[in-house]
């Protein structure tokens, strides 16, 4: 077999995958702050549950431990430069929402905003969290899901051919899909 | 705003992710079954950490209880059927292996094989695992990762451009990524 052996942590494997960005607010409710995570994803169905790995070092770990409650906005691929920005400064040093101008909506059911340019968001309150390495996984009941109208299909998938999500390769690198590619297919249970 | 609420369940709106596929030894090693499983994803990078969600009610529930190590196996967007089709039946009944004429390769550090097929595959050991909602989060240690030669850039993102990964979008759902976006943007930490 022509396989080669690299170091866990050399080769991102596990990429790409759909860049989301958590809102918290500060501990007053003064200050909401956003952040790119990829390390995030579903994890149960019922309950709606869904994780996001943040490393206890950041400061949005010590906002998530004291608000209990995070937003997940999605942007679309036209602002993946925005995205990534956020990525560069710390909550603890700027106010991202001034700093990049950052358009808010209004959450229904949990207090944090999401950001306006989100083509679908989702509020979640932390049910649970687990240390697991490096890392705390920050466990959130999808509470409510709100959507720009007709971005998705009636059997709930995104139209990728009207809005080109923000995919993570690693590094400092990002793409999107080749909405040209989509294929049906079989699906079923193990 | 235009938003609109929706149901959580009612939009995959986490997606799209890598389809990784899951290999695991029967207890009697005779029968290797392999599932395709889109949530999936890292948790940790000391050590470096992989969780796998699935559900109780499968097989390879049953299998990686028993087994307590998996292999990943992440196949190039020509091998989609193929990939699509392992999720259409069960290990239960029919031996994939077998029934689709899977070529295997030989791990090193654990026993599973993974799939020749495969452009990059990491094998696990299971960690621990918790219960979360209507899944189980099996957590693994990633003990080795095995790459085809030149799969990965030198800053260890994959080379969109020379291999497509295949992603799933939800549903029965696919497609890949447009390598023709790729952008290298700033990045930082949080």
Redesign the interface.
Known sequence: ??????????????????L?VVGVWDSKRERANF?PVA?????????????V?I?P????HQLLLQAGEFS?S?LP?QD??LV??L?????RDVDKVAAFALEL??S?VITAPFL?NAY???ECKVSER?S????T?F?GE????????A??AP????R?EAM??V?Y???????????K??????????
């Open positions: 077999m022509d396989f080669k052996s690299l170091q866990p942590g050399a080769a991102y494997f596990y990429y790409p995958r759909p989301c952040v390390w995030a994803g579903p994890l149960a169905s019922r309950p709606p549950l869904f994780g790995s490393s070092k950041t400061h949005s997940l999605f691929w993946v430069e990534a920005k990525g560069t400064v710390s909550g909506a209004e229904e306006a679908v968001a989702a687990h697991f390495g490096d890392q996984l466990v999808i509470l409510r899901v709100a959507a720009r109208d971005v998705f059997d709930g998938t995104l990728v080109a999500p995919l390769l690693g590094a400092n690198r990002y793409l999107t899909v080749d909405a590619t989509l294929v049906t297919l079989p699906v079923a249970e193990d």
